[in-house]
């Protein structure tokens, strides 16, 4: 392996870890039940140290009986930039951890429908009635957050 390339990172400051987690949009929420792992594509909303997702939640969900067996959710979101040197890359990437929990009908309150437009895009339905589509806000209680990037050079 003496000619792999490898490119050196460094880890974000606290600061650095909130201004992306507010700029960045989405990411990739992964779920664990009894030892099958579940991921899925979702959009996020950070503010003031508070991790939400919305979603949309249906009968018989596999989604949700995932995030009910989850003690402990991941999420990471990430991007990449190509460089003037094509075999460089600047990149970087967030990873949270910790319990996912559904919003009281009360936390719930403040994210009206206008809310919920501004913050994150259309739920994507797959060929369900919207009818039979309940929203709902859960929130990921941050226990661990780390954040990477390649160091400008």
Same mark, same amino acid.
């Given at each position: 392996? =003496? =000619?792999?390339? *490898? ?37 996020? *909303?950070?503010?003031?140290? =508070? ?68 913050? *994150? ?11 039979? #589509?309940? #929203? ?8 661990? #957050? ?8």
């Amino acid at each position: 392996m =003496h =000619h792999v390339d *490898f490119s050196y990172t460094s880890g974000m400051d606290e600061d650095e870890v909130e201004r992306t987690l507010e700029a960045a949009e989405t990411g990739v929420l992964s779920l664990a039940d009894d030892g099958d792992a579940y991921a899925f594509p979702i959009a996020h *909303f950070y503010e003031d140290g =508070h991790l939400y997702f919305r979603l949309g939640r249906t009968e018989g969900s596999r989604k949700w009986e995932a995030i009910e067996a989850t003690e402990t959710a991941a999420y990471v979101c990430y991007g990449t930039a190509d460089t003037a040197d094509a075999r460089e890359l600047e990149s970087w990437s967030v990873l949270v951890s910790g319990p996912l929990r559904e919003l009281t009908p009360e936390e719930a309150e403040r994210f009206d429908a206008a809310e919920i437009n501004e913050h *994150f895009p259309p739920i994507r339905v797959f060929g369900e009635s919207i009818d039979e #589509v309940e #929203v709902v806000l859960l929130e990921l209680e941050i226990e661990s #957050v780390t954040g990477r990037e390649t160091p400008d050079v």
